[in-house]
């Protein structure tokens, strides 16, 4: 049985992991896992590049008149109905 490291944030990691993993990337059968192979040795080797996540409302309304949040309103609407169309809008 392999042994395991401790990665940087806590995890334990299967020694054998990243060699499996270049293995893969250079001779996977498919070119969707090699791709896959490259991305998991970057993000152990790099860390996943940071994500801006947005907390809070996503605008301050109390300053806008009605119209102006009639004209936002429809705005989003038409957004939606948009990606709709083009078939890029899911919901879950």
Not at 8 to 21: E, F, I, K, Q
Not at 30 to 42: D, F, G, I, N, Q
Request: proline letters at 5%.
């Amino acid at each position: 049985m392999a042994g395991t490291v401790i990665h940087a944030d806590d995890t334990p990691v299967p020694v054998l992991a990243p060699g499996t993993l270049a293995a893969i990337c250079s001779e996977g059968q498919s070119e969707a896992a090699r791709v896959s192979a490259a991305c998991a040795l970057l993000d152990r080797g790099y860390g996943k590049p940071t994500q801006q996540v947005e907390t809070g409302s996503p605008g301050d309304f109390t300053g806008m008149s009605d119209a102006e949040l009639d004209a936002q309103i429809a705005e989003g609407i038409e957004h939606i109905a948009t990606h709709q169309a083009n078939g890029r809008f899911t919901r879950n």
